[in-house]
């Protein structure tokens, strides 16, 4: 791999860093190019170049941020243990989507990328896993849950809902969780 590929993709990668800092903090309207290539330490210009807007830009760090695989590749007898277990414990590298997610809602480009993420790499993936008639409307069941969860827990913090939670919140989540994959 010559020197500048490797260049090519490290900036890419603390683009993206920077990106996911910024508009996990701050609405799609609020952020600026400028203020993510700074805090990245690159030149607007590569940004632009990468990423051709700050709408390209959103919609590369959210399509990373929807870890598919954290929900698709669990074992649907143990789902709602292993959901909940990893919204207590993600992964270190993961970046939750939801405040990404609700910092572009409010602009209608950034709404259209968010929800064509949703459908494609949310919703539809995990409905194919559940299987059966109903699988469309127990993934956005599951969706549902799961956000209005991250919604109170990161962006409107309750109480109850930070740090480990208590087990008889977290039992519930588990129960209503798998009570949806396993339902008919």
Do not use: C
Not at 22 to 34: D, G, H, I, N, Q
């Amino acid at each position: 791999m010559s020197e500048r590929i490797r260049d090519a993709s490290r900036t890419r990668a603390k683009i993206i860093r920077a990106a996911e800092q910024v508009f996990s903090a701050k609405s799609y309207a609020e952020a600026t190019l400028r203020e993510i290539t700074d805090l990245a330490g690159v030149n607007l210009a590569l940004a632009r170049r990468y990423y051709g807007s700050k709408l390209g830009l959103y919609e590369a760090v959210l399509d990373q941020a929807m870890a598919t695989s954290l929900i698709v590749g669990l074992e649907k007898g143990t789902f709602g243990k292993a959901l909940v277990a990893s919204f207590f414990h993600p992964p270190p590298e993961h970046v939750h989507s939801l405040p990404i997610l609700i910092g572009g809602a409010a602009d209608p480009e950034a709404r259209s990328v968010a929800l064509k993420l949703l459908h494609d790499r949310i919703l539809q993936p995990l409905a194919a896993w559940l299987g059966g008639a109903a699988a469309e409307e127990k993934a956005a069941q599951i969706m549902m849950i799961t956000s209005g969860f991250f919604l109170f827990r990161s962006t409107l913090p309750l109480g109850p809902l930070q740090g480990e939670g208590s087990l008889p919140l977290q039992l519930w989540l588990e129960s209503v969780l798998q009570g949806l994959v396993q339902a008919g």
